[in-house]
């Protein structure tokens, strides 16, 4: 008699996602990247980054096309305190890659749908970064941040054109809703762990850190050249 044992179950990774069977991960997934919390004070640097966008972006982004003026005016409202806002800088300290998670209005445990609380993801990587996961591992990011608010769903509002941005919400599992142009992908949340929150302090300190090491060290540079030139 041969014993079937039963299949094992599937591999988690530290998120809390099932690795999506046949496809491979990015190489931008296995390595660390520090992602940066942003803050109130970083609204000029957000903007900055938002205008960098052109037409196309800033439709697929926003699903509508977007005034410079309209853009300051959303990242004027963007309440810190209810809402993270992430990002991802380069070598020269540019603002290449960043995402919003918003508390969804009347969304939430006592609201009015059915899915319980829930957070919306919105993201932007400038051009020259794509390609590379950032889009992926700040939507990973992000998922780990909503469980450690106790979201209960993680959803994103694309339009049904974008098919990087549901790319990387379906490779994460989450379940798309098309309604003509527009569609919206809907991941269901595991919930927070010791892990998680450990995991999201312990990268917030490593990014801020790494970020400020830069800036000294570029600083340094700038004032070494300085000196160089004038001697
Ligand atoms: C959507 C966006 C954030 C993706 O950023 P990114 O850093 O390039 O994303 P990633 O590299 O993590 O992943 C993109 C995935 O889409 C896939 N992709 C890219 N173009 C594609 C296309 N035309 N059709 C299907 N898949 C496509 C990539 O192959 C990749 O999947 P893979 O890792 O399995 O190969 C970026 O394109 C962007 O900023 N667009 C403008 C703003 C926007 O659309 N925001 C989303 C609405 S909230």
Do not use: C
């Not at 008699?1 to 491979?24: E, I, N």
């Not at 309440?79 to 890659?97: I, M």
């Not at 390609?131 to 992000?142: D, N, Q, S, Y």
């Amino acid at each position: 008699m041969t014993t079937v044992k039963p299949p094992p179950p599937p591999a988690l990774d530290r998120f809390g996602l099932k690795s999506p069977k046949g496809s491979l991960p990015h190489p931008a997934e296995h390595a660390w990247v520090p992602i940066r919390d942003l803050h109130a004070r970083h609204r000029r640097r957000i903007l900055d980054h938002l205008l960098q966008l052109d037409e196309r972006d800033r439709y697929l982004r926003f699903g509508s096309q977007v005034s410079h003026e309209q853009m300051a005016k959303y990242v004027a409202s963007i309440d810190f305190k209810r809402d993270e806002v992430f990002g991802v800088f380069n070598r020269k300290l540019h603002l290449v890659a960043m995402a919003h998670l918003a508390a969804m209005p009347g969304k939430g445990p006592h609201g009015d749908s059915s899915r319980g609380r829930a957070m919306e993801f919105g993201v932007s990587v400038l051009p020259s970064a794509r390609g590379k996961g950032l889009g992926m591992l700040l939507f990973k990011h992000a998922i780990m941040h909503a469980r450690n608010q106790h979201a209960s769903h993680l959803m994103i509002h694309a339009l049904s054109e974008n098919a990087p941005m549901l790319r990387i919400a379906t490779k994460a599992g989450a379940t798309v809703e098309r309604d003509g142009p527009d569609a919206e992908a809907w991941l269901k949340l595991p919930p927070d762990t010791v892990g998680t929150h450990l995991d999201s302090s312990l990268q917030s300190l490593a990014a801020e850190l790494i970020y400020r090491v830069k800036y000294r060290a570029m600083h340094v540079s700038d004032w070494v050249r300085l000196l160089v030139a004038s001697a």
